[in-house]
C-alpha cells in the first residue's frame, strides 16, 4: 500500500506542473511567463518531496537548461526579430509588400502569395506573430472581407511553423531530446508533406473562388517538395525560407506562362533592393552548411568547445560562429549598411528586440529546465508510460495532438517541443517504435495547435481590426484544425508502423 501511494504521488507531482499550466494559460489568471516560472517551481518541489532527487542534481539540471536556452534557441530568435526590426526600421518592409502585391490581380493567387508564401517566410525569417498579423493587414488593404484575411493566415501559419524562426523549434527539440538534429529536420518534412498539399485548397475553400485543383495542388507540392529537401539536405534553418520563395516562383511561372496573365504593376529595383538581408541569410547559411572547409573551421577549436556538466552526465557543444543566430545577425548588419540604415536604426531595432524578447526568455528557460528536470529523474518516463496504457499501440495517432496541445498552450511550437518532445522520446522506447519519428511527430503535430492558439488568434483580430473577436475566429477555424490534425495522426500512425528509422 505504501508503494503504491508513493506512485500516486509521483503521477500527481508529474502531471501537477501540467495541469497549473493549462489552466493558467486557459484562464489568463497571469501572464504566460509567471505561469511557466510557477509551472517550473511545481517541479522543483515534486522532485524534491516526492521523487527525492538531491538539491545539487536539480541545480546543474537548472544551469542545463539556462545554457541551453540562451545558446542556440533565445540567440537565434533574437537575430531573427533583430532583422524583422532593421528592415522595418529602414522602410524595406514596404518595399517587400510592394513586390508581393503587384504580381497579380486575382484574389486566390493574392492569398496564396501573401498569406501562403510571404506569411511562411516571415514565419521562417522571424515568427512571433509576424507571420499572421502583417499578411492578415495587407489582405485587407487589398479588399479581402475581415474574417477572410484572418482566416487565410491562420492556415498559411502552420506548416512553416516547424522551422520558425531560421528552425528553431527543431533545435530546440534536438536540444531538449538529445537526438540529431539533421535527422529531426528531415523527418518533420517528410511527415508534413502529404498536409502541406491540401493547404491552398483549404484556403480555396475560404475564398470561395473558383481555381484549377491541379495547380493548387502544384502550388503545395512545390513548397513540401522544397521544404522536404531543404530539411534533409541542409538542416532545419531555410526550409521555411527556401519554400516560399521557389514556390513565389511557381506562381509567376503558372501565370505568366500558363494563364498568359500580366499584372500592370511594375516592380520597382529599390523595392527588390529590400530582400537584400533574406538573401545574405540563405547565401551565408548555404555557405556554411555546404563548405567542407568552411563547416570544419567554425566547428573546431578556437571556434568550438564543450561544456561538460558532469554530475548529470551530459556535455553541451557550443559553436558560436557556425550557429544560425551569428549568420543572422552577421547577414542583418551587411544588409542594414547596403540598405542605407543608421546607427539609430540598428540602437532602435536592438532595443525592440530586447523588450519583445525579454518574455520569451523566461517562458523557454522555464520550460527547458522544467523538461530537463522531469526527463532526468523519470517524471516524462511515468507520464509516457501512462498515456501507453491508455491508447496502447494506437498512440502514435494520438502523438500529434499532444504536440498540438502544447502549442495551443503556448502558442509555440518551440515550448510544445520541449515540453513534450522528451515524453514522445520515452514513448517510442515503450511502444518499440522510432524515436525520432515520434519525437518529430510532436513537432509536425504542433503546426496544428497554431490554428487555435490564442496568441494567434489575438494577433489574427488586431491584424484585421477586430480585437474581441478571437471566439468567432475560433468557430471558423476549428474545423480546419480538427481534419489537419487528422491528417497528421494518420501519417504519423502509418508511418510509425512502416518507418525503420532508429
Known sequence: MTELYKELLKLVSSVLPLLWLCFALISRVTKPYLACIISLLLTILGAIFFWETPINILCWNLLDGFI?????????????????RLICEVGAIEGIKRT???????????????????????????????????????????????????????????????????????IALARSTNLPLK?????????????????????????????????LLGTG????????????????????????????GFLIFYLRLIEKEDSNKKILREDLKSWIPYGLIIIFILITRFSNSINKALTSY????????????????????????TIIILSAVIGGLLLKAKSRDYKKAISETLLQILPT??????????????????????????????????????????????????????????????????????LGVSTVWLASANASGATGG????????????????????EGNLMRFIFPYTLLYLIVMGLTIYIGAKISTYP
Do not use: H
Open 68 to 84: 541551453s536556452s540562451l545558446y542556440p534557441i533565445v540567440w537565434t530568435i533574437f537575430s531573427a526579430l533583430f532583422t524583422y
Open 100 to 170: 508581393l502585391s503587384g504580381l497579380s490581380e486575382r484574389k486566390i493567387i493574392q492569398a496564396l502569395i501573401i498569406a501562403f508564401c510571404f506569411g511562411g517566410l516571415l514565419e521562417g525569417i522571424a515568427g512571433f506573430g509576424t507571420s499572421v498579423i502583417i499578411p492578415s493587414a495587407i489582405l485587407l488593404s487589398l479588399g479581402f472581407s475581415p474574417y477572410q484575411s484572418a482566416i487565410v493566415s491562420l492556415l498559411s501559419n502552420t506548416v512553416p511553423v516547424a522551422y520558425a524562426a531560421i528552425g528553431v523549434p527543431i
Open 183 to 215: 535527422n529531426l529536420s528531415g523527418i518533420v518534412g517528410l511527415q508534413l508533406f502529404p498536409i502541406t498539399l491540401i493547404i491552398p485548397l483549404f484556403i480555396k475553400r475560404v475564398m470561395k473562388e473558383s481555381a484549377n485543383i491541379f495547380f
Open 221 to 248: 507540392a512545390v513548397f513540401a517538395i522544397i521544404q522536404s529537401l531543404v530539411s534533409w539536405y541542409v538542416g532545419p534553418e531555410l526550409p521555411a525560407v527556401l519554400a516560399p520563395f521557389f514556390t513565389i
Open 302 to 325: 578556437p571556434f568550438s568547445f564543450i561544456l561538460n556538466l558532469k554530475p548529470i552526465d551530459k556535455s553541451i557543444r557550443i559553436d558560436p560562429l557556425y550557429t544560425p543566430g
Open 361 to 430: 526568455l523566461s517562458i523557454i528557460t522555464s520550460m527547458m529546465a522544467m523538461a530537463n528536470i522531469m526527463s532526468y529523474i523519470g517524471m516524462t518516463k511515468l507520464l509516457a508510460i501512462r498515456l501507453i496504457q491508455v491508447f496502447g499501440s494506437f498512440y502514435p495517432f494520438v502523438s500529434p495532438f499532444l504536440g498540438a496541445v502544447g502549442t495551443f498552450l503556448g502558442g509555440s511550437d518551440t515550448t510544445s517541443n520541449i515540453l513534450f518532445g522528451p515524453l514522445q522520446v520515452e514513448a517510442s522506447k515503450n
Open 450 to 469: 497554431k490554428l487555435v492558439s490564442i496568441q494567434n488568434l489575438t494577433l489574427a483580430a488586431s491584424g484585421i481590426n477586430k480585437k474581441g473577436e
